[in-house]
């Protein structure tokens, strides 16, 4: 199958390459040369712009970083819409607000386009390797004929509802997620400072009621875990500036529907305190650092 991929970063590039290793045929394009290159030493066919990946390709691929991006490529005077051919399915694995994907699709829709949201789960580990989690808005019909390229990148994928349904489970997800790494953070700190080990803490309530991922899978104290950001400076996984634009989504969206999410809001705060001390780079999990006594 041809398939175009625009947005070859840190999630798209694994992606991309996860389905040339599956034998198909892809084009790429993205703004930076680097990504490029390594995109082109594992084979990838390189396009001279975002509208080239389009040309002749059966399903396009979108994976970029806001919410003011995919409405400039897709809707834009030079944009997808205008340039693609309708027959091409388009999939925007993008991070968005729920509002403008289903804007975006809308607008697909009145041009004969077919199209879907598929934001993904399972940071970059998951992306190379191949076992993200897709969470899909959009017809049925369409999520059906783009499964067989999604299980080349996921093992999971789950059809969530119409058009933005993908994005919604997506802000809800994320903005759980921030909560429950500053609310893990905190209770390790706690016991830490009652002369606990954390390893032995961590172990205990992965096995109690306060069980949750960010505990038992991305331990944010550093040495309790081996191969997690904590134990790695932080480094890599999901950037603290990432999970402050996520849940802006989440407050942008509750904002818009007169839905009160208090702890949301308390969670926004405290990551963009944590950015502006610095961390924006720095893995999600460094809010266990927000977490010191003075």
């Not at 809800?172 to 002369?195: K, Y």
């Not at 309790?224 to 802006?248: C, I, Q, R, T």
Request: glycine share 12%; with cysteine; charged share 15%.
């Amino acid at each position: 199958m041809k398939i175009g991929f625009i947005g070859l970063g840190n999630m798209g590039l694994p992606m991309a390459l996860n389905l040339l290793k599956a034998g198909h045929e892809v084009i790429g394009f993205d703004l930076v040369k680097s990504q490029l290159d390594a995109f082109a030493a594992a084979g990838g066919a390189i396009a001279p712009n975002a509208n080239a990946t389009a040309k002749d390709a059966e399903i396009v691929f979108t994976m970029l970083p806001a919410s003011k991006h995919v409405e400039g490529l897709y809707l834009g005077e030079h944009g997808l819409l205008v340039n693609a051919n309708p027959e091409t399915l388009l999939v925007d694995c993008s991070t968005i607000s729920p509002k403008v994907a289903q804007a975006v699709a809308t607008a697909a829709k009145e041009k004969g386009f077919t199209m879907i949201d598929a934001p993904v789960s399972g940071g970059t580990a998951g992306a190379q390797a191949g076992t993200l989690t897709f969470m899909v808005g959009g017809n049925p019909e369409d999520v059906e004929r783009a499964r067989p390229l999604l299980e080349k990148m996921g093992k999971n994928i789950f059809h969530a509802g119409v058009s933005g349904a993908g994005q919604t489970v997506k802000v809800c997800n994320n903005m759980l997620l921030g909560i429950q790494m500053l609310g893990t953070s905190e209770a390790l700190r706690l016991g830490i400072a009652n002369g606990m080990d954390p390893k032995v803490l961590s172990d205990i309530m992965s096995k109690s009621s306060g069980r949750n991922w960010a505990l038992e899978l991305y331990n944010p104290c550093p040495g309790v875990m081996e191969n997690v950001p904590s134990s790695k400076g932080y480094a890599g996984g999901f950037g603290v500036d990432l999970m402050l634009k996520d849940l802006g989504l989440a407050v942008e969206n509750a904002k818009n529907l007169e839905a009160n999410i208090p702890l949301g809001k308390m969670a926004q705060h405290l990551y963009e305190s944590h950015s502006k001390a610095g961390n924006g780079q720095l893995d999600f999990s460094s809010v266990f650092n927000l977490q010191k006594a003075d």
